[in-house]
């Protein structure tokens, strides 16, 4: 199979890891449109500082273009105000309006006094800067230009008249309140403080100084650079540490993925899995895992594959046997000697149903102990009543059963009591095929820290030393010499093994200094 190239965005994981990280950096660039605190703080201070320029201008005009004519009656001088209103909003970049007492407009700072009249003066936009900044700037504006007009403001009209009844803080500052208002024009805002021109506490016109929302925009926009910097900085961190993650992860991952499938199309051994043991982390022992895995499927593979042959050779012996005697009854005319193939025939038919049978319950036995649920089961109860059942089947037998159990302890373990009284029958025949006439087979058990564990003794002549692991084979048989050949199948001893590994536990065997065999037992214990 052809191993494709690996790609970090080609990798889902690798996606959703990116997208994860991403949430952060994404919410905090988000804020970029949501900074009302921020602004209102910033309209606050900025509507602060023209109350400061108005008051400043109101009371120089109150001191040097307010006249006192006859009668206490105060007058102002509009081209004097003219004048000083124009000097004085200059300097603070705002434009400044008089109204007098009666709400006419007496003075507008964007007007100049001239032999020829009044000449209207347009403030031109400052210029842009160039760079980078200066480019998103431009950019930012237009943006801003889109955006709808902030619906909870007034929109800001000129008239072509202009009077203080035109305008709610001027009327407010014609009755000797302050009062600042904000209003909207062309996605941006005008701030506007009004304040009344007095002298001697008599009110003679309202000055309402106006500025456009540019230095909050202004702040707001070198805010949200900041922000933008940040986040720029943050998110190539963060793509640097995503790919990084990703390729700690879910390149791996791929790797394994791939041995795993070339494992499943491929023949023979040839595949490994990559080793990520080192690492020490999740994925390492996700290789350790899945090397384990796959060698003990290819252990199992041998397993079936020898039970396969296994199998095979011990069917195969009867069934020449059975053909054999077939083929010489067919040919002979004692019948004498035609009843003893007969008999022939009939031993070795039931050996091959002994084999079938011990065959298919070895065959099925891994299927139903992984099936099975396991239950405490008391091993001191159980021993008991297999003395009882033996000791009574084999009245007729010179044969003597002694069990051996503590009397206060259960011996509680988890398993499938059908399964381990198989265990113990296969033990306990095991011993009368080898114990002498007048012997005594033992039964015992214990604790011995967190396990049980279970003997069964003979005094038979035990098993030879270079023996004691391969009885556990399958079909190893070594009977007595004056068993009929053909009673066992040699499975016995390979289910019990395979029965105590699948709860956890350990068999073997061991021969007696009295003399005789010992199989011992061990199970982990519940309490």
Not at 61 to 77: C, T, Y
Not at 183 to 193: A, F, K, P, T
Not at 271 to 281: A, C, I, N, V
Not at 422 to 432: D, E, K, P, S, T
């Amino acid at each position: 199979m052809k191993r494709k190239r690996w790609r970090p965005l080609s990798s889902p994981l690798t996606r959703r890891i990116l997208a994860v990280n991403l949430i952060a950096p994404i919410i905090l660039v988000a804020g970029l449109f949501y900074m009302d605190r921020y602004k209102q703080g910033l309209i606050r201070n900025e509507l602060a500082g023209l109350a400061t320029q108005a008051e400043m201008v109101a009371g120089a005009v109150g001191e040097g273009a307010v006249s006192e004519q006859a009668l206490g009656f105060l007058e102002l001088n509009n081209d004097l105000a003219q004048q000083m209103v124009r000097r004085l909003a200059e300097p603070a970049k705002v434009r400044a309006k008089l109204y007098d007492a009666v709400g006419d407009l007496a003075a507008d700072s964007r007007y100049i006094l001239s032999v020829k009249g009044n000449i209207l003066i347009e403030e031109l936009p400052p210029l842009q800067g160039t760079g980078w900044q200066a480019a998103l700037s431009v950019w930012w504006e237009r943006i801003t230009t889109w955006m709808p007009d902030d619906e909870t403001l007034t929109p800001h009209v000129e008239l072509a008249e202009d009077r203080a009844d035109h305008w709610p803080e001027a009327m407010a500052a014609l009755a000797g309140h302050q009062q600042s208002t904000v209003r909207g024009r062309h996605g941006g805002m005008v701030l506007s403080v009004a304040v009344p021109v007095q002298r001697y506490k008599q009110v003679v016109g309202a000055l309402v100084v106006q500025a456009d929302g540019r230095n909050v925009a202004k702040s707001l926009f070198q805010v949200r650079l900041n922000i933008l910097q940040i986040f720029m900085v943050s998110l190539a961190i963060t793509v640097g540490l995503s790919f990084y993650m990703a390729g700690t992860i879910a390149r791996p991952i791929r790797r394994l993925a791939i041995a795993a499938e070339q494992v499943r199309h491929g023949h023979g051994r040839r595949h490994k899995f990559p080793d990520f043991s080192s690492r020490g982390d999740e994925i390492g022992e996700l290789s350790v895992a899945f090397k384990e895995m796959t060698e003990a499927l290819w252990n199992r593979m041998d397993a079936i594959e020898r039970f396969a042959a296994d199998v095979s050779h011990e069917i195969k012996n009867p069934l020449t046997s059975v053909r054999s005697a077939v083929e010489t009854a067919a040919r002979l005319t004692d019948p004498e000697k035609q009843r003893k193939l007969l008999a022939i025939i009939q031993d070795d038919v039931e050996r091959l149903n002994r084999l079938i049978t011990d065959i298919s319950d070895a065959s099925r036995i891994d299927a139903e102990l992984s099936r099975a649920e396991t239950e405490p089961v008391a091993m001191t109860t159980m021993m008991e009543a297999l003395g009882d059942i033996y000791r009574t089947t084999t009245e007729d037998q010179p044969i003597h059963f002694a069990v051996s159990v503590p009397k206060d302890d259960p011996l509680v373990v988890a398993g499938i009591e059908g399964r381990l009284v198989q265990v113990l029958r296969n033990l306990i025949g095991n011993a009368l095929s080898f114990s002498p006439e007048g012997g005594t087979i033992r039964l015992n058990a214990e604790r011995e820290g967190k396990f049980v564990r279970i003997e069964v003794e003979d005094d038979g002549p035990g098993i030879p030393d270079n023996k004691l692991a391969a009885i556990f084979d399958r079909f190893y048989s070594e009977r007595p010499e004056a068993e009929k050949f053909g009673t066992h199948s040699g499975l016995g001893l390979s289910i019990s093994k395979q029965i105590i590994d699948a709860h956890n536990g350990l068999i073997w065997a061991e021969n007696r200094a009295e003399g005789g065999a010992r199989f011992v037992v061990k199970l982990p214990s519940v309490r």
